[in-house]
């Protein structure tokens, strides 16, 4: 795969990013691709490993090594590497129905279990991916391809983040009739609204969606499964239903002061942001602004990060990201070995631009907020902080995190943003369909399975997994169709 020897002739060259100083100016993507010839450089990258752990998408240690999708990295490379653009497509697409959203926001698990990047860097494999479909859609081959044969079956798909996207493109490719319904005013779960421009144009989302369309499947929005249509309806007028509503409801941070103004979940705020800048460029005013205010972020996470990144934008005075855990290490440790996911520090995009603006960086590391205080309008003027430290809890014998007395410090706080993660499913949904869920109140179904207590319901994505990745909820959907496909059938090709 690749050429024998093109790890050592050439180095490793990613897309390159606009300016920290420069991008903030704009919510637009900011990676300059490279050349068609150097991208042929990168996959010549490839060696004949002999393993190829980049695609296994296996559990080692409780996280995942390799893609999940089980894409066929070395083969795509090897194509890109000899300028067979048209069957590196092809192969892409076997297994991802999605990586022009893949290329561009997932964490690139393929990556950290290269070979290459046992001793040295990695294949630059997820850029190769966006470069692969991005030549697909210039040069006609991503274009739509309907089913030639309906099987006269109907399928509802309840959310149309990744996961049930995925379901649907996957059922319709096998010609069921396939209809998505969506909450909110346009389409795409989280790609729309939880992740932001910058990572993920618009445009981009829509262009695929368009393409759905014309392959037949229908698209119903402004409709709240459980509130504007009764579960029951769609469990009479469709042969199955899968629940794709991910894991939406936020985990709160239960502080004296809470109550107080300027206080939002970050999923709101990130909403808010990205729905102002489609309906209006963000003229409207329609959006939760941090222009002049000291804000907090409260959550280490790629969520946080957004909000970072966001709150630049808008032009914030200060921003603080608080993080409960310590700093991971910058290397692996030696309990951290490859082909192990690393769990190493990363400085993200917004952390880079909080350097570049503010001249530090903006996270602090084993801390969290004691107290919100509040001015005479109850709006959040101020928060407390304190340091915390592992302890043994002598109860149940588990580590936690715990305050150290005397630790707190006291902050200036006009916006605080809550990226603390999600606690899983919204239960009117699942009350309406009377399907069980787990403790994690995530819908339960048998191990490796997506078939719920309910006949013909069937559940997908972070609503079934608990909160993830991207390329995890295609993962789940797919799978999930297969097992539909297979009770609608009686067999599945999926």
């Known amino acids: ?82 300028g067979n653009w048209d069957q590196a497509y092809l192969r892409l697409k076997k297994t991802n129905p999605f990586p022009e959203f893949t290329g561009r926001v997932c964490p690139a698990l393929c990556e950290n279990a290269c070979t290459c990047g046992l001793d040295g860097n990695p294949v630059s494999s997820k850029q190769n991916e966006l470069s692969i479909i991005e030549y697909g859609y210039a040069n006609g081959l991503a274009k739509a391809h309907p089913p030639k044969f309906r099987t006269g079956k109907k399928v509802a798909v309840v959310g149309s983040g990744p996961a049930g996207l995925s379901a649907a493109n996957s059922l319709n490719k096998r010609g069921h009739e396939v209809t998505v319904y969506e909450r909110s005013d346009r389409f795409g779960g989280l790609l729309m609204y939880g992740i932001p421009n910058m990572k993920l144009e618009k445009e981009i989302v829509e262009r695929k969606l368009k393409i759905m369309e014309e392959e037949g499947i229908h698209f119903i929005a402004n409709t709240d499964v459980g509130k504007d249509i009764k579960a029951e309806q769609l469990k009479k007028e469709y042969d199955a239903v899968i629940l794709a509503c991910g894991s939406s409801h936020p985990r709160n941070i239960e502080a004296p002061g809470r109550e107080a103004k300027g206080i939002y979940f970050a999923v709101d705020f990130l909403k808010a942001t990205t729905k102002s800048l489609l309906d209006s460029g963000l003229k409207d005013r329609k959006y939760i602004s941090a222009k002049g205010k000291n804000v907090i972020v409260i959550g280490g996470g790629d969520t946080g990060n957004d909000c970072v990144g966001t709150s630049i934008r808008h032009g914030c005075k200060s921003v603080i990201q608080l993080e409960m855990m310590p700093k991971l290490p910058d290397e692996r440790a030696e309990n951290n070995p490859w082909p192990e996911w690393p769990r190493i520090c990363k400085t ?19 801390t969290t907020v004691k107290e919100f205080k509040m001015n005479k309008k109850g709006e959040v003027c101020k928060a407390v902080l304190v340091s915390l430290e592992s302890k043994k809890d002598e109860k149940t014998g588990r580590m936690a995190m715990v305050p150290i007395a005397g630790s707190e410090k006291e902050v200036p706080a006009d916006l605080v943003l809550i990226a603390a993660g999600f606690l899983g499913s919204e239960s009117y949904v699942t009350d309406a369909f009377g399907v069980k869920v787990n403790e994690r109140t995530n819908v339960a179904t048998e191990p490796n399975r997506f078939a719920t207590n309910v006949k013909n319901v069937f559940t997908a994505g972070d609503m079934h997994r608990g909160q993830s990745l991207v390329v995890w909820a295609i993962r789940e959907g797919r799978d999930a169709a297969r097992e539909v496909d297979k009770k609608l059938m009686g067999y599945s090709n999926l």
Request: proline letters at 7%; aromatic letters at 10%.
């Open 1 to 82: 795969m690749g050429k024998p020897t093109g790890f050592l002739d050439y180095q490793r060259e990613d897309a390159k990013a606009e300016s920290p100083k420069e991008r903030i100016k704009h919510f637009n993507e900011f990676h300059v691709p490279l050349s068609k010839e150097e991208q042929q450089k990168q996959g010549a990258r490839c060696m004949d490993c002999g393993v190829p752990f980049c695609q296994s998408g296996q559990i080692l240690n409780g996280m995942a090594s390799g893609c999940p999708l089980n894409n066929l990295v070395p083969e795509w490379n090897d194509l890109i590497y000899t």
């Open 348 to 366: 993200d995009y917004g952390q880079e631009e909080a350097i570049a603006v503010f001249g530090h960086d903006p996270r602090l590391y084993t």
